[in-house]
């Protein structure tokens, strides 16, 4: 063999390596994180029940995707209009025991194997320290409101009609890659309540 011949069957085992690695690079990317992802999503409107004489609000999230979303926080904001400026607050959010965390949002591959629901419903709600610094502004004093228990959702929905809308944020890492991922649900204003 002659040194033009080794050199070329060299350059063409490089590059048919160099090739390689990328394509299989590219499938594997394209299965870890297109394919087998996880995937939340949201109700399209609030629930609404009385529980105790008093109105609870409540929202249902589902991890569609192939893969589990796991340490999951979730926040809920609710954001009020007030003329050139918004008034943000975060409410309080429980599932069940948890407050505002969820262990494992199941995934549909742990759905099918384990039969672990892959569907959650949050309660949310207005804190405490909302109540306290709502009962002396505007259109809250008044001898409805003798304790700062008593005002609810209801009240601030009914007061802000359309100058309200509440967004719900969900972190959790991937069970798999442990990428740390947001879903944001759509803005929830008055007519998303039933």
Known sequence: MNL???????FLSIFNSIFLSIFASGIFWLFTFKISRTNIIFSDKLIKSKESEKSV???RIANIG?????????????KIKLGETNEIYNLDISEGDYQKFIPVLPGMKTYRTRKLTNIKILKFYIPKFLQKELIGKVGFRSSKYKKYEDIQLDDIFRKYRSRFEITFYVFGSDSVT???????SPKYINNDIE
Do not use: G, M, P, W
């Not at 033009?4 to 060299?10: E, F, H, L, Q, R």
């Not at 589990?68 to 926040?75: A, K, M, P, Q, S």
């Open 178 to 184: 442990s990428t740390r991922k947001l879903f944001e």
């Open 57 to 59: 609000y409540r929202i």
């Open 4 to 10: 033009k011949t080794i050199v070329c069957s060299n």
């Open 66 to 78: 192939y893969r589990d979303l796991i340490e999951v926080n979730i926040i809920a904001q609710l």
